[in-house]
């Protein structure tokens, strides 16, 4: 598959506050060049909502000096180098991997096990409830290891490898003429 992509000035603003914000989920295979595509979603409780940009980007690590000024942990650096329109088919497999397939995976089993377990809890033995405890809080560290690594393996086994055209940026609507109609054939203010 053949994208277009034009030049981004400028780095966008990645944050997320208490789980809301705008971050990138959908992450493409890494080309011949160390770059792929991702898009820039509108997050709310760090789930995706809504696509807002398609990017083409390259992961660069930080520096361990640079790394060690934060006081937060920093996984890694994005350099965004471009900018494509977005893919449904990425956009739909971003929505199905977040709001399905996590949720039946995650909570999914454990609200079905805690919902019968009440009634199981007097005849366990001390042993058998402190293995449930613990399996309980394993859980969730176990689930997201093995989503991520599901994840990983597609990305680089699976994914759809992208051919990258570079291109003139579309025209804005500052860039029409009042008397042209723009390239989609509407036209702002028409009632």
Same mark, same amino acid.
Not at 51 to 69: F, I, N
């Given at each position: 598959?053949? /994208?277009?992509?034009?030049?981004?000035?400028?780095?966008?603003?990645?944050?997320?506050?208490?789980?809301?914000?705008?971050?990138?989920?959908?992450?493409?295979?890494?080309?011949?060049?160390?770059?792929?595509? *991702?898009?820039?979603?509108?997050?709310?409780? !760090?789930? +995706?909502?809504?696509?807002?940009?398609? !990017?083409?980007?390259?992961?660069?690590?930080?520096? $361990?000096?640079?790394?060690?000024?934060?006081? !937060?942990?920093?996984?890694?650096?994005?350099?965004? /180098?471009?900018? @494509?329109?977005?893919? *449904? *088919?990425?956009?739909?497999?971003?929505?199905?991997? #977040?709001?399905l397939i996590v949720p039946?995976?995650?909570?999914?089993?454990?609200?079905?096990?805690?919902?019968?377990?009440?009634?199981?809890?007097? =005849?366990?033995?001390?042993?058998?409830?402190?293995?449930?405890?613990?399996?309980?809080?394993?859980? +969730?560290?176990?689930?997201?290891?093995?989503?991520? =690594?599901?994840?990983?393996?597609?990305?680089?086994?699976?994914?759809?490898?992208?051919?990258?055209?570079?291109?003139?940026? +579309? +025209? @804005?609507?500052?860039?029409? $003429? /009042?008397?042209?109609?723009?390239? /989609?054939? #509407?036209?702002?203010?028409?009632?």
């Amino acid at each position: 598959m053949v /994208d277009r992509v034009w030049e981004v000035t400028g780095q966008p603003v990645l944050t997320t506050y208490n789980g809301f914000g705008s971050g990138l989920r959908g992450f493409t295979r890494v080309d011949g060049s160390g770059r792929c595509f *991702a898009t820039r979603w509108l997050l709310a409780l !760090y789930l +995706p909502v809504f696509p807002l940009t398609r !990017y083409y980007l390259s992961e660069h690590p930080l520096d $361990p000096l640079d790394a060690a000024r934060h006081s !937060y942990i920093v996984l890694g650096r994005y350099q965004i /180098d471009g900018e @494509s329109r977005p893919r *449904a *088919a990425e956009i739909l497999r971003t929505y199905a991997f #977040w709001w399905l397939i996590v949720p039946l995976v995650g909570p999914g089993p454990l609200l079905l096990v805690g919902r019968h377990l009440h009634g199981v809890a007097d =005849t366990m033995s001390t042993a058998q409830t402190w293995m449930s405890i613990a399996g309980f809080l394993l859980w +969730p560290f176990l689930v997201i290891w093995g989503l991520t =690594t599901l994840r990983d393996v597609y990305r680089r086994r699976w994914a759809p490898l992208r051919t990258v055209t570079w291109v003139d940026p +579309p +025209p @804005s609507v500052t860039d029409w $003429p /009042d008397d042209r109609l723009p390239p /989609d054939g #509407w036209r702002f203010g028409d009632d």
